[in-house]
């Protein structure tokens, strides 16, 4: 049974709800003691991200539905991406009034705040939890009315587990060793220094910059000033990007390449950043989300999706215990294949490495070829060594690349695609033209959105099974989540079963969205001491 909740001082108010949203008994409060919240039915709150944290001590709750994450996704499907999205802004919406801009106030309060907007802004004498139970009835009705409310309610379901999860990550943390940080660190980068000055490594570099620019005093750190030096002897570039620099012939490359390598590590996860983040051994990103609108998750400060592999070596388990990670494979031409149904794709997704059961097929073998075709088609990069591959593959697989042009001209007109559960991709702006280069631009947006908005929503019921399932595992916690791995901290005894766990759930996964199908979801499981050492 869905209960609505909103945290109180002393406690939280509850109410019941029905399956419709209309209220049940009387509201009452209840002590958030371990043990009086989790053995609860869905609760149903505003966000998750502001009222689970100061909850969580009180237990682990299984299943929630998302005010505001769901009525962002109902906002989206209804063209209407962007509005604002809390429970005062949707209340106001059903009675008339005008709608405030939403207030995100996790930064003035570690406390529970589940209507900490509403509190002041509610008219007087409204009630927020009849206001929260009014929101949730209008939100099941508007589900009702998507034209596939079963999967428009399966994503709802894993937005919120999702959340749940993200809450759950961010008081676990990701186990972080700051002496190997710091050491390698020095490694890199020499010793740390103070005032503004460049670590030996960089201050090094600095210098082997500048004698290529035959002594002229160049600031790696500024693009501008990058142009103007290879402007001046004769190398003229568009921008500093790596990738534009390694198309260019001038010693100062090479050491601006890897300066610039160096530098984001410093700026990214440097000392500085360790002292801010890491505590008690752990990192602790900020997780958001749906903070991407294919609904991949962000985080708000710290680049916890974005560890880069020189500093891996930094996440140990604890003595007794080993870090359990998981990969899925090729996720997106996998689900490609369950996406449009395609006979010869989905026979090649039945192999572990669906690039070369596809080069098999339709490329005498060469495996670059099919997946220089098929990355190509999901992205639009239709041109150049792509062209030739995938002319073939529209022909092998016309089912499938039939599916990806049709979400490119659908978005090319300005219209609204959808992934596989319902999320929507944003509208066009006001000032957007429907024809040249900002239709084609949009064109080859929403070619990929189908799919990798698909993509996140498998591992989000993946991410949702496996941390239900995980509760059967003493000592088990998720304690990382980047689009298509999950990385679980278990002793060493339970590593086996969160194993089992991590193939299952991806099966599971699989079955949700797409029901009987043949498409196989593999994975690389590897259960190490360093996450380094995993595959």
Known sequence: MPVILVPSDGGCVVQGLSDGGGLIGAPRTVAAAPGTLSAQGRWVWADTARCYPGLL???RIERCHDLALTEAL???????????????????????????ADVDGREASSEPTLFEAERSALPTGVDPVGAGAAVYADQLRRIAATEHPARFGLLVAAESAGA?????????????????????????????????LRPARLAELAAQIDAA????????DSPADLLAAFAEVGRPIESTRSWVLRDVDHPAVEPLLAYKKL??????????????????????????????VSGRWATRGGGGLQIPKLLRGAVRAAPGHVLVVADAGQLEPRLLAALSGDAGMTAAAQASDMYAAIAARSFAGDRSRAKVGLLGAMYGQVGGQAAAPLAVLRQEYPTALRLLEEAARTGERG??????????????????ASTGPAARARGRFTRNFVVQATAAEWALAWLAVVRTRLSTVDGAELVFFVHDELVVHAPVAGAEQVRRILYEGALEAGRLLFGATQVRFPLDVSAVDCYADAR
Do not use: K
């Not at 980068?189 to 503004?196: D, I, M, N, S, T």
């Not at 590590?265 to 890491?278: D, F, K, S, Y």
């Open 164 to 196: 749940l999860a993200a809450v759950e990550m961010t008081a676990a943390g990701l186990p972080w060793n700051a002496d190997v940080h710091r050491e390698t660190l020095t490694d890199l980068l020499g010793p740390r220094v103070g005032g503004g």
């Open 213 to 220: 620019f035959d002594g002229r005093r160049t600031n790696p």
């Open 415 to 432: 219209d609204l695609v959808r992934s596989h559960l319902g999320r929507t991709c944003p509208p066009t702006t006001e000032e957007w």
């Open 263 to 292: 530098a984001r590590i410093l700026a990214a996860n440097g000392w500085t950043w360790q002292e801010r983040w890491v505590r008690d051994g752990r990192f602790r990103p900020d997780y958001v989300p749906g903070g991407v």
């Open 57 to 59: 001590a009180a237990g």
């Open 74 to 100: 109902l906002l989206g499907h209804e063209g209407r991406w962007g509005e604002p999205r809390s429970v005062l802004a949707s209340w106001s919406r059903l009675n008339g009034r005008p709608v405030p």
